[in-house]
């Protein structure tokens, strides 16, 4: 069955870039689409974006121009970038899967916990 | 994008059913049949229970059940027991095809 991990840095600085990978194993990155999902401590759940294993993508208007989602179908990965991080991108950061064409997220990684500080 | 409305709470007694609602607007949960919600255990990721509005995925009880009427979604769960404490999150598709979440209910089991 497909799982997911998320992984990269635990600490990054303000102003600077948050960057993620997603690795899938057990399943192959097509045809589905695939999500990077946040949560800050104590908060609930916000949708970042998502990218087509084509490379199309959509992201959440408040968060458009400082985030950039990738796919690597190659390495079965993708990826995301937010640039000029504040404290208030402080999260755990979940990658989620979705069927092409279908609304739900399934199945999750562990999620990973981003803090941004100096 | 504005999250959609839940409760912040809601609990109920062993055994009993409990309902939690998810308002949103004609852009998202009134304008598509595509809600899904998901149940969240403390320290665990996310897990889907109901897709598409009605419809559980294999494995998911058959205490998970939803509906929804307008603007509103509902997530029913009957005979509660004491591992549904839990947070729970409605989903939905928006008319720019985004998604957006709820901010989440918590269920407490007395």
């Known amino acids: 069955q497909v799982q997911l991990q998320e992984s990269g840095p635990g600490l990054v600085k303000p102003s600077e870039t948050l960057s993620l990978t997603c690795t899938v194993s057990g399943g192959s990155i097509s045809p589905y689409s695939w999500s990077w999902i946040r949560q800050p401590p104590g908060k609930g759940l916000e949708w970042i974006g998502y990218i087509y294993y084509s490379g199309s993508t959509n992201y959440n208007p408040s968060l458009k121009s400082r985030v950039t989602i990738s796919v690597d179908t190659s390495k079965n990965q993708f990826s995301l970038k937010v640039s000029s991080v504040t404290a208030a991108d402080t999260a755990v950061y979940y990658c989620a899967r979705s069927p092409i064409a279908r609304n739900w997220f399934d199945p999750w990684g562990q999620g990973t916990l981003v803090t941004v500080s100096s | 994008q504005s999250a959609l409305t839940q409760p912040a709470s809601v609990s109920g007694s062993p055994g009993q059913s409990i309902t939690i609602s998810c308002t949103g607007t004609?852009?998202?949960?009134?304008?598509?049949?595509?809600v899904s919600w998901y149940q969240q255990h403390p320290g665990k990721a996310p897990k889907l229970i109901i897709y598409d509005v009605s419809n559980r995925p294999l494995g998911v009880s058959n205490r998970f059940s939803g509906s929804k009427s307008g603007n509103t979604a509902s997530l029913t769960i009957s005979g509660l027991q004491a591992e549904d404490e839990a947070d729970y999150y409605c989903?939905?598709?928006?008319?720019?095809?985004?998604?957006?979440f709820g901010g989440g209910t918590k269920l407490t089991v007395l």
């Open positions: 989903s939905s598709y928006t008319s720019i095809n985004t998604r957006v």
């Open positions: 004609s852009s998202d949960v009134g304008g598509y049949n595509y």
